[in-house]
Nanobody, 126 residues
Framework: QVRLEESGPGLVMPSQTLALTCTAH??????????WSWIRQTPGKGLEWIGY???????GYNPTFEARTSISWDTSKDQITLQLSHVTPEDTGVYFC??????????????????WGPGTQVTVSS
C-alpha cells in the first residue's frame, strides 16, 4: 500500500515560483515502477493534469503548462517536486500528486490514478 503526501506553501505571491513536494510512503517497488503525476483542481477549470515523472529522468508535460513547469524525482527520498513559475491568481487551487501504473496517451487518461495524495491548497495572492 502506498500513501502520498503533498507539502508546500499555502500562499504564493503573483509572478513567483510555486514549489511543491510529494512524498511517497510505502512500497518502494510500486513507486519506482509507476508514473508520478501532478494534477490540480481550480475553480475555473476543474481537474487539470500538469505533468509526470518516472525513472531515469523521464518526464512529460501538458502543453498548457510546459513552458513554466519542471517536475523532478528524487529517488533517494521517494519524493517528486513541482515547480510552476510566473504564477497568477488563476493558478489558485488544490494540487494533487498521484501514481499510476500505465502510460497514458490522452490528458483524461492521466487523471485516472491508482493512488492519490489528499491534496494541498495553494493560493496565489498579493
Amino acid at each position: 500500500q502506498v500513501r502520498l503526501e503533498e507539502s508546500g506553501p499555502g500562499l504564493v505571491m503573483p509572478s513567483q515560483t510555486l514549489a511543491l513536494t510529494c512524498t511517497a510512503h510505502g512500497a518502494r517497488s510500486t513507486v519506482e515502477r509507476n508514473y508520478w503525476s501532478w494534477i490540480r483542481q481550480t475553480p475555473g477549470k476543474g481537474l487539470e493534469w500538469i505533468g509526470y515523472a518516472r525513472v531515469a529522468g523521464m518526464t512529460g508535460y501538458n502543453p498548457t503548462f510546459e513552458a513554466r513547469t519542471s517536475i523532478s524525482w528524487d529517488t533517494s527520498k521517494d519524493q517528486i517536486t513541482l515547480q510552476l513559475s510566473h504564477v497568477t491568481p488563476e493558478d489558485t487551487g488544490v494540487y494533487f500528486c498521484a501514481l499510476k501504473k500505465d502510460f497514458s496517451t490522452t490528458m483524461s487518461g492521466w487523471l485516472i490514478n491508482e493512488y492519490w495524495g489528499p491534496g494541498t491548497q495553494v493560493t496565489v495572492s498579493s
